[in-house]
């Protein structure tokens, strides 16, 4: 599972059209309903803590785990300027610890789509329910195959910020179901610029993601241990249908024989 590295510092540049003020709400809605209000509550995934913020705002304890050094680095520079009490971990999600249970673990931004073998997110989901207190919640979301197939698969995409630019090549490779990710950076020199010198730094990386479906998401999710609640077309209360793109997905804790 790559981690971000140079994308790591343009990733809020370039995620300014996600909703995620939007997405806080929902997913304040689901924890209340689902009991977690006011709890501690695990951020799987956390990148540059965007979420785990949002939701330190509503009240929530968070943690926030991620593999990626370089992302935890911005998420500890947007706690110090809120002055929220947050725990990071730099920790690969496949094999996270934690110092005791949480009321709930949120998961957004498909990070469970770049587990790309499913004993793995087994894995993941099995931990998940080991950390959860009795009751607890998980909710996460992942894009469908739809999703890259129709919307990303074989799609270039580029965008020039003047501070940095990107170059975004997508290729899905639907025997494998993997969509691999080509970014090349270019990203303004801070100190050249300082001195008057135009000097951009090229950065490349490569991701990939899997595609899951709905029904195998459900089996893994019960094979885990969890209980599985319930299904939407992200982030309404619609099911999910054959055009969906992404789809969150609400599980329960349910014992923990099988961890």
Known sequence: MEAYTGFARVYDIFMDNVPYEEWGTYLDSLLKEYGAEGGLVLDLGCGTGSMTEILAEYGYDMIGVDNSEEMLEIALDKKIRSGHDILYLLQDMREFELYGTVRAVV?????????????????????????????????????????????????????????????????????????????????????????????????????????????????????????????????????????????????????????
């Not at 990070?111 to 207190?133: A, C, G, K, M, P």
């Not at 050249?192 to 993601?209: D, I, M, P, V, W």
């Not at 195998?216 to 019960?222: G, H, K, M, P, W």
């Not at 209980?227 to 599980?251: H, M």
């Open 107 to 259: 998961s957004v931004c498909d990070s469970v789509n770049y587990i790309t073998e499913q004993e793995e997110l087994l894995t993941v989901f099995r931990l998940v329910n080991n950390y959860l207190d009795p009751g607890g919640v998980f909710i996460f979301d992942f894009n469908t195959e739809y999703k890259y197939r129709e919307i990303l698969g074989e799609q270039t995409i580029a965008e020039d910020r003047g501070e940095c630019s990107f170059i975004w090549d997508n290729c899905y490779y639907g025997e494998e179901r993997i969509n691999e990710y080509d970014l090349t950076l270019f990203i303004r020199d801070d100190e050249a610029s300082s001195q008057g010198e135009e000097l951009y730094r090229k950065y490349q990386e490569t991701h990939y993601q899997r595609s899951y479906t709905l029904d195998e998401i459900e089996n893994l999710v019960r094979r885990s241990g969890l209980r599985f609640l319930a299904a939407y077309d992200a982030f309404t209360r619609n099911a999910p249908g054959e055009k969906s793109e992404r789809i969150c997905v609400i599980a329960g804790e349910c014992g923990k024989e099988t961890v």
